[in-house]
């Protein structure tokens, strides 16, 4: 019997296709937790169960890992662990592997890809820290500003064309326009590329790309730097306006519990690791970083509190 663990809000259309409804369909055994934030519960729950599947973020992944009862969970029927709803951070995937055994697979797609548009092959070996190749009968497209396609490893805006595209936006044909190429292809608004082996990956979305002196930045970046730190929980990093128009970048950051850090500290770790135009000018330490009830970073919340919309 196939045992799958739902620990998303089954309103979200990845909970609702990819439980509620592929796994209805092949008859398995969901079994839904409605509190996926009360991790000490959602850890005594995974262990009366020897369970097949698991979907979630990457938060909830990180959160379950830094449970010390979490490694004691019974493993040895997982043969599918999917991620998706926002990026998988490398670290996140291969330590997933390291303590359950099974790869972290990861899904990309949008309510308007209906939901699902490219996936890992199931049968990989390890993390692939990418978001798969596309799904039968789906055409990917790495685009410039001018509609462009461009090749492999030139990062530019995903494009998508394929069967679950939606047709539009319910009584919005200006939006439906800016956002469906009269030739088809559905414009993202996430930045990525195509590795030579045709493997996608995000690298960030296109209203958070900061720009400095001209330069690109992308807040996944520097957050994946933060989060090696050891005594750095959680992290996301946004833009800030000046006066001039120009950016800053600005770091939040959520401690290990116990731990002291100084944003100094934080800063010359950044240092470090990333080029000198890349390090976060602010830092700022907060209790929780805000998100969504599936999980996600709200880093346009975090904009709108700091006064910068």
């Known amino acids: ?54 979907s979630g973020v990457n938060t909830l992944f990180q959160r379950l890992m830094d449970n010390k009862d979490f490694p004691k969970c019974d493993f ?47 049968d990989g070996e390890k993390f692939s820290d990418t978001i798969g190749l596309p799904l039968p009968s789906t055409e990917f497209s790495i685009q410039d500003l001018g509609g462009n396609q461009l090749s492999s490893e030139e990062v530019g805006e995903i494009c998508i064309r394929g069967p679950q595209v939606m ?40 209203k958070d790309v900061i720009i400095i002196s001209g330069f690109n930045i992308y807040p996944s970046e520097i957050e994946e730097v933060a989060l090696k730190h050891e005594k750095i929980f959680e992290a996301a990093c946004v833009g800030i306006k000046r006066e001039d128009g120009s950016e800053t970048i600005k770091l939040y950051v959520s401690l290990m519990p116990g731990e002291i850090l100084t944003d100094a500290e934080v800063i010359e770790y950044c240092r470090l690791h990333l080029t000198a135009y890349k390090i ?30």
């Open 167 to 206: 047709k539009g936006y319910w009584n919005n044909e200006e939006e439906t326009k800016n956002a469906i190429t009269p030739d088809g292809w559905f414009k993202t608004g996430d930045v990525g590329y195509m590795r030579k082996d045709g493997f996608f990956k995000i690298v960030d979305r296109i």
């Open 1 to 54: 019997e196939d045992i799958a663990i739902c620990a998303l809000p089954l309103y979200h259309i990845f909970a609702l296709t990819c439980n509620a409804l592929v796994l209805f369909h092949v008859g398995a055994n969901n079994i839904l937790i409605t509190n996926p934030r009360d991790i000490v519960t959602f850890v005594r729950e995974l262990k009366k169960h020897k369970f097949t599947f698991i």
């Open 76 to 122: 040895s029927n997982l043969y599918l662990s999917l991620a998706g709803g926002m990026t998988v951070q490398r670290g996140v995937g291969e330590q997933w592997q390291k303590i359950t055994g099974c790869v972290l697979s990861v899904g990309y797609g949008l309510s308007e890809t209906s939901p699902a548009a490219s996936m890992d092959p199931i």
């Open 280 to 309: 976060p000018k602010i830092v700022e330490f907060i209790g929780e970083i805000p998100k969504s009830n599936v999980g996600k970073i709200l880093r346009r919340q975090l904009r709108e509190e700091d006064g910068h919309s």
